[in-house]
């Protein structure tokens, strides 16, 4: 999702600067038109909006396609309102620009996702209210469906018209891309790279949702379905939460050999800049496997390293 530099404390955009400058370490403009005229590279722009890239008769065309999404229900909604006789067809300009709202899906990582395929539904229940009583364009439901496909096409045409022209001047224009580089506005990315993360973030969504569920059965009582969620989270995206979770549920099952190999995996797992406290939970529940299995001598390191921790 693009940033607003003013939003952003100076340390966060730091860190962003840092990584878009790494990303374009030694990109030239030549390799870039390679990688783009062959589809292995593309690019995100990391401050703003694609559109301030463009200029000229590119820039007209945005600016035209957002003015019909954004000025056009305003003047043609009440228009036809008068032409009709039908003062409660002026709401059309709220569905307009709801659905111009639903429009907005270009990160599927968004959880309003969803929201892009309501016009299509909508749709449909329009077809079938047509075939059952005949289409007129002014019926309310008939009017605020197309009121609210205008928003909707409208919007995606200026989202996908702002990305292909910029695209086109960054290919076009060595000066612009220059510019944009230098100034830390693009990030360049290879395709291939972005495909494997967004694969990777689908993933670790599944696997949540697994991580969730075993969370769910264990508050419930169900330690075996636990235990089978946490497992197939694991399966999909090992992290550190979720051995650390069936580890624990592991020890209410009394498994402890299979509670110690998760806590070990969990403890080898912990990112450097980790929560201490939960990373000192994880020894010091190691340590309690250990014990119940007669381990006193590991059992007692494990509680050291657990303390030391925890003050810290």
């Known amino acids: 999702m693009n940033k607003n530099k003013m939003s952003l404390q100076p340390e966060v955009y730091d860190l962003i600067v840092a990584d878009i400058k790494k990303a374009n370490e030694n990109i030239s403009h030549e390799k870039f038109i390679k990688g783009a005229k062959n589809g292995t590279m593309g690019f995100r722009v990391m401050f703003g909006e694609p559109s301030q890239l463009l200029y000229g008769l590119r820039k007209a065309i945005f600016n035209f ?8 229900p305003i003047l043609l909604v009440p228009f036809c309102s008068f032409v009709s006789g039908r003062l409660w067809l ?3 300009i709220g569905f307009s620009y709801l659905f111009t709202h639903f429009a907005i899906w270009k990160d599927s990582r968004l959880p309003s996702r969803w929201k892009s395929y309501i016009i299509v539904v909508f749709g449909l229940i329009c077809i079938v209210y047509w075939i059952m009583h005949s289409f007129y364009f002014f019926d309310y439901l008939t009017f605020f ?13 200026a989202e996908n018209a702002q990305h292909s022209f910029a695209m086109k001047v960054l290919i076009e224009n060595k000066d612009a891309f220059n510019a944009a ?17 967004e694969n990777e973030w689908k ?15 264990d508050t419930e009582g169900d330690y075996s379905g636990a235990v089978m969620a946490f497992s197939q989270s694991i399966e999909i995206s090992p992290c550190t939460s979720a051995f650390g979770d069936r580890a624990s ?4 099952l009394k498994d402890y050999l ?10 080898k797992r912990m990112p450097t800049k980790a929560d201490k406290l939960i ?17 006193s001598n590991e059992a007692e390191m494990d509680f050291r390293q657990a303390d030391q921790l925890a003050k810290s």
């Open 90 to 92: 002026l709401v059309g």
């Open 145 to 157: 469906f197309f009121c609210s496909l205008w928003g909707h096409i409208f919007f995606r045409m």
């Open 203 to 217: 993933n670790w969504e599944i696997a949540k949702n697994y991580l969730d569920q075993g969370r769910e059965k």
């Open 249 to 252: 549920v592991k020890i209410k």
């Open 279 to 295: 990373f000192s939970q994880y020894y010091r529940h190691r340590g309690d496997a250990k014990l119940a299995l007669g381990l």
């Open 258 to 267: 299979g509670a110690i190999d998760d806590y070990s995996e969990a403890i």
């Open 181 to 197: 580089v230098e100034k830390n506005i693009i990030k360049i990315f290879g395709v291939e790279d972005e495909l494997m993360k």
């Open 65 to 72: 396609l957002v003015m019909m999404y954004m000025g056009a």
